[in-house]
């Protein structure tokens, strides 16, 4: 009992006060329960100091971002890491907006869901037989494409 009452003294007297605006300063520590940082801007003081210079921090961050999503949403057609590229703009915005950081925590959220999910056994053997089943389909598809036509290299097409 006492053990556990000192344990708790020197987590509460080692903890230091958050900010009451939001922000997180340089050393701040992650929250323990959660893993996650607070939420708010993670410029640097003296930008954050200056309203001017702050909003202009702000739109910089946010065009970077933009341009960043942008070629994102563009590579999503076209050969690229589009999915990849755009959740890199969204943590670029969440370096600055609140908005964008709740946007990242629930998606990391639904990811480790959806990983926790995938690694159920019967989710696990589900995907493996129905990829099996797939595969014999294509197979047997191929299999009858070839023994109807056979195979011709496009080098030996005669015309």
Known sequence: MNAESDERE???????????????????????????RPLGS????FV???????????VGVFIVGLAVVGAGVVMLPLPGPGWLVIFGGMAIWATEFVWAQLVLRWTKRKVTEAAQRALDPRVRRRNIILTTT????IAVLVGI??????IVMPWKIDE
């Open 145 to 150: 494409y070839v023994w109807k036509f056979g």
């Open 42 to 45: 993670r410029a640097p003081e």
């Open 134 to 137: 797939g595969l014999v389909i």
């Open 48 to 58: 954050r100091a200056r309203r001017t210079l702050h909003l202009s921090w702000q």
């Open 10 to 36: 020197r987590t509460a007297a080692s903890v230091e006060p958050a900010p009451a605006t939001g922000d997180v300063t340089l050393g701040e520590v992650v929250d323990e329960a959660t893993h996650e």
